[in-house]
């Protein structure tokens, strides 16, 4: 059994023009299964956050993580490889 999360489209919001801390609102499928979506829950309780919260946090230390090991150069390199490919256009990753 298969359990999904927000079927909304992703959509910007914008705040206010003159605020930096404009927010991006992401709605994507997830596709969980019964066991994953308890355990997320069971997780998410114990930190008494939501699990959009959790998601949330989750996908940012994620890219953190990235970062500061290096890993998004080489992903961005791979990406622009695979964009060249498929439509020659060139990417820069410095």
Do not use: F, W
Request: proline share 2%; net charge negative; aromatic share 4%.
């Amino acid at each position: 059994m298969d359990i999904s999360l927000s079927p909304k489209p992703t959509h910007i919001s914008n705040r206010n023009k003159n605020d930096v801390d404009d927010t991006i609102v992401i709605n994507e499928k997830i596709n969980l299964t019964k066991n994953q979506y308890e355990v997320l829950n069971m997780i998410c309780n114990s930190y008494e956050k939501s699990i959009s919260k959790y998601m949330q946090e989750a996908l940012v230390q994620s890219n953190k993580s990235d970062i500061e090991d290096g890993n998004l150069c080489d992903v961005l390199l791979k990406l622009n490889e695979d964009n060249k490919k498929k439509s020659n256009l060139l990417l820069l990753c410095s």
